[in-house]
């Protein structure tokens, strides 16, 4: 946590581990069940990519008690707006945890409008869209990830039908869902990965390695 946000917001401790740069840790401490739909167009481009994360109920009660300014065990419009405004600034040092490479080369992306949230039965929602900087092509290996590169929190994607194509050209890929073994990557990783590496959050190549990801392969 960084110390502006310690300092503007002393009782928003969780949200605020969520959100700013932390010490990556052995395991997340705040999960989220996930969605990803990237959108297509006729002319076969990406248009968006549609994000739905909603929060497990300890963390969502957390905010709850942190941002309820009168009390009544709900988040209203304000409140809610109050919250929007943290996250969308800054998830934006993070690229909104949104990670898309075409051929090995990592894709500029941005938010059109602020994270819109939500609180239904229990639990925290968050729900945006980015888009490509510059056009976006269904062509040659895509490959799309969703992830907090500081493993504080684990954004779950439970089936690999969370993570879909859509649109006019949704056919156009061949799409899979990768799943990478935790074991496997640390083995295959143990000479780089020392302990400096995980005392550091510059260096976000491990939760990157873990990831689950959409690949497409575009002809």
């Not at 110390?3 to 705040?30: D, F």
């Not at 109920?57 to 300014?69: G, K, Q, Y």
């Not at 600034?89 to 894709?107: M, P």
């Not at 590496?197 to 990801?213: E, P």
């Amino acid at each position: 946590m960084t110390m502006l946000l310690m300092q503007k917001l002393p009782a928003t401790a969780v949200l605020a581990a969520l959100l700013a740069p932390a010490p990556a840790l052995a395991h997340p401490h705040v999960f989220a069940e996930a969605r990803l739909e990237i959108e297509t167009s006729a002319d076969g481009r990406v248009t968006e990519l549609r994000n739905v994360w909603r929060f497990d109920e300890v963390f969502s009660s957390s905010v709850i008690l942190d941002f309820d300014e009168d009390s009544n065990l709900e988040l209203d419009a304000g409140e809610l707006a109050k919250i929007s405004d943290m996250v969308t600034q800054s998830l934006a040092e993070f690229d909104y945890y949104t990670t898309v490479t075409v051929n090995g080369a990592d894709v500029e992306i941005a938010l059109p409008e602020a994270i819109k949230v939500d609180y239904q039965d229990g639990q925290l929602l968050m729900f945006f869209a980015v888009i490509p900087k510059t056009e976006l092509q269904l062509s040659g290996n895509i490959h799309v990830a969703v992830f907090d590169p500081t493993m504080y929190a684990a954004l779950d994607f439970l089936n690999d039908e969370d993570m879909m194509v859509t649109g006019a050209s949704a056919s156009h890929c061949t799409r899979s869902v990768v799943r990478p073994d935790p074991d496997e990557i640390i083995a295959q990783n143990q000479d780089s990965l020392t302990e400096a590496f995980f005392d550091t959050t510059t260096n976000n190549d491990l939760s990157k390695l873990l990831a689950t990801r959409l690949e497409l392969d575009c002809k």
